[in-house]
């Protein structure tokens, strides 16, 4: 297959043309762990479900109710780890919730 520098030159300008978009893609996404604090952890649905050993209905009666605070990006729901923190507090014995904190890693308390 023969191709002439024309050719060349218009599938090189395409290439470098798009590199250069993902650069600037990959440049955006560089800064996206500053997004949220060091401290500031995130669960989703399924995290949290395991976590508290409840089902996803469970979780949507306390999200329904008022009960859990949480947010959605697209179709996925998430849940900040100082909310989980205050909902289980709540619901607790204190025994109960250092078992919890000690097990599941969300002692970073700001």
Do not use: C, H
């Not at 002439?4 to 250069?20: H, V, Y």
């Amino acid at each position: 297959m023969y191709i002439d520098n024309e050719d060349f030159e218009k599938w090189m300008a395409k290439l470098s043309k798009k590199l250069t978009e993902i650069g600037q893609d990959l440049k955006s996404l560089i800064n996206t762990d500053k997004v949220l604090d060091d401290n500031e952890k995130i669960l989703d649905n399924q995290d949290l479900a395991f976590l508290l050993k409840v089902s996803f209905r469970t979780l949507q009666r306390y999200r329904v109710s008022g009960q859990l605070p949480y947010f959605t990006i697209g179709k996925k729901t998430y849940y900040q780890a100082n909310d989980i923190r205050a909902f289980v507090r709540e619901r607790a014995d204190s025994q109960t919730y250092k078992q919890f904190e000690k097990g599941n890693q969300l002692n970073n308390q700001p």
